[in-house]
């Protein structure tokens, strides 16, 4: 098949998906497109049986803003009179959705069929404003398939939006060739003295992620147990955690480490990973913990009981005494640690590699090419 992906180029769950998918496509066999404003960030070097194609946006001095909706139509639709795509996978509803609907039919009647995956904040953040709901709705009834992340956020945009198409429940998956405990000899005391514990949290620290709530929680972790604690990643929430950090006089204990291509090695040597969050629609950073042996503690929200199940400790977002006393049992508790540990990794080898998933949606392209 010749496959096109449409997707976010920055870091966030939706641009890792979309690009794991596409690479292991190629690795099938299928020709693989991604159009995007820039490469996305997992997507470096060559790689046999993929191209890029970058969309751009002129500024015309009568928008206020750059219509990248139409610019990204244009592309697909281009892309398509080239090489005569089978399918466009966009990955959110808008504008990637909408615009790969436009591009159908502006090369209709021989246009590529259309299949949107649903992430989560298109539904949980946008699809409940008035200003984009009535345009998710028409872009995800217009497709000629859709997907959801999770079953929770299946049934939320049913329930939002009314939408009436079927939508078929794909979870997010990891390459688990890549992600497995591995911790190069020397990192861990490079961030931790001997009996230091090591907490970490991997997120884009927008607000929902709630980096302020983490750093709290190591607080009072920090009070009963040596530990330091590793936040990757970056984001708008970054300067009030550094404030935080300061005013908590947490400045020697906690490593502001940026956005990393290789996050493997750093899970790998945490001892927990906490995930505050108040909206998951899967909870992929907690997935990639899981198959680095690092238990979870995380908020009893949207998608992460499926991600999590009984491998971590899952409570209401608001219940900061009870995620630092599961933070500590796991951190005082060696035998309780393993056995977490274990059982993590082997739910994500079980339910979540790219093995098990990428054929699930092989199948629902030839499902919707008939």
Same mark, same amino acid.
């Given at each position: 098949?010749?496959?096109?992906?449409?997707?976010?180029?920055?870091?966030?769950?939706?641009?890792?998906?979309? @690009?794991?998918?596409?690479?292991?496509?190629?690795?099938?066999?299928?020709?693989?497109?991604? &159009?995007?404003?820039?490469?996305?960030?997992?997507?470096?070097?060559?790689?046999?049986?993929?191209?890029?194609?970058?969309?751009? @946006?002129?500024?015309?001095?009568?928008?206020?803003?750059?219509?990248?909706?139409?610019?990204?139509?244009?592309?697909?639709?281009?892309?398509? $009179?080239?090489?005569?795509?089978?399918?466009?996978?966009?990955?959110?509803?808008?504008?990637? =959705?909408?615009?790969?609907?436009? =591009? $159908?039919?502006?090369?209709?009647?021989?246009?590529?069929?259309?299949? @949107?995956?649903?992430?989560?904040?298109?539904?949980?953040?946008?699809?409940?404003?008035?200003?984009?709901?009535?345009?998710?709705?028409? =872009?995800?009834?217009?497709?000629?398939?859709?997907?959801?992340?999770?079953?929770?956020?299946?049934?939320?945009?049913?329930?939002?939006?009314?939408? $009436?198409?079927?939508?078929?429940?794909?979870?997010?998956?990891?390459?688990?060739?890549?992600?497995?405990?591995?911790?190069?000899?020397?990192?861990?005391?490079?961030? =931790?003295?001997?009996?230091?514990? &090591?907490?970490?949290?991997?997120?884009?620290?927008?607000?929902?992620?709630?980096?302020?709530?983490?750093?709290?929680?190591?607080?009072?972790?920090?009070?009963?147990?040596?530990?330091?604690?590793?936040?990757?990643?970056?984001?708008?929430?970054?300067?009030?955690?550094?404030?935080?950090?300061?005013?908590?006089?947490?400045?020697?204990?906690?490593?502001?480490?940026?956005?990393?291509?290789?996050?493997?090695? +750093?899970?790998?040597?945490?001892?927990?990973?906490?995930?505050?969050? &108040?909206?998951?629609?899967?909870?992929? /950073?907690?997935?990639?913990?899981? /198959?680095?042996?690092?238990?979870?503690?995380?908020?009893? &929200?949207?998608?992460?009981?499926?991600?999590?199940?009984?491998?971590?400790? +899952?409570?209401?977002?608001?219940?900061?005494?009870?995620?630092?006393?599961?933070?500590?049992?796991? +951190?005082?508790?060696?035998?309780?640690?393993?056995?977490?540990?274990?059982?993590?990794?082997?739910?994500?080898?079980?339910?979540?590699?790219?093995?098990?998933?990428?054929?699930?949606?092989?199948?629902?392209?030839?499902?919707?090419?008939?």
């Amino acid at each position: 098949m010749k496959i096109a992906i449409v997707c976010y180029p920055t870091v966030g769950g939706s641009g890792v998906v979309a @690009t794991e998918l596409g690479k292991h496509l190629a690795r099938r066999g299928h020709e693989v497109h991604f &159009i995007s404003s820039e490469p996305p960030f997992r997507l470096r070097g060559f790689r046999p049986n993929v191209a890029f194609h970058q969309v751009d @946006t002129p500024s015309y001095y009568l928008f206020k803003d750059a219509p990248y909706l139409l610019s990204l139509a244009n592309k697909i639709a281009e892309v398509h $009179r080239h090489v005569h795509l089978d399918v466009v996978h966009a990955h959110y509803a808008i504008p990637h =959705a909408t615009a790969a609907y436009l =591009a $159908r039919e502006m090369t209709a009647p021989d246009g590529p069929r259309v299949v @949107t995956t649903l992430h989560g904040t298109d539904i949980t953040l946008m699809g409940q404003e008035p200003s984009y709901a009535g345009s998710i709705a028409f =872009a995800i009834e217009k497709s000629d398939g859709v997907t959801a992340v999770s079953e929770h956020l299946r049934r939320l945009t049913v329930e939002t939006l009314g939408v $009436r198409r079927p939508i078929v429940h794909i979870p997010n998956f990891l390459d688990c060739d890549e992600f497995r405990p591995a911790a190069p000899p020397g990192l861990r005391e490079q961030y =931790a003295r001997p009996g230091e514990r &090591i907490v970490a949290h991997l997120s884009n620290m927008r607000p929902v992620k709630r980096v302020d709530r983490v750093v709290e929680i190591f607080a009072r972790i920090a009070r009963e147990v040596p530990a330091r604690l590793l936040l990757i990643g970056d984001g708008p929430e970054c300067p009030k955690a550094w404030q935080l950090v300061r005013e908590k006089g947490l400045t020697e204990r906690v490593y502001f480490l940026g956005n990393q291509d290789e996050v493997v090695p +750093l899970l790998s040597i945490a001892d927990v990973f906490l995930l505050p969050s &108040i909206q998951e629609s899967f909870g992929l /950073a907690a997935l990639e913990a899981m /198959a680095c042996g690092t238990p979870v503690v995380a908020s009893r &929200i949207g998608g992460l009981p499926e991600v999590v199940g009984e491998t971590g400790y +899952l409570l209401p977002p608001d219940d900061v005494d009870g995620m630092v006393a599961a933070a500590l049992r796991i +951190l005082t508790d060696a035998a309780e640690h393993d056995r977490l540990a274990a059982s993590a990794v082997v739910r994500v080898r079980e339910q979540f590699c790219a093995d098990r998933i990428v054929p699930r949606y092989e199948a629902f392209y030839r499902q919707v090419l008939g």
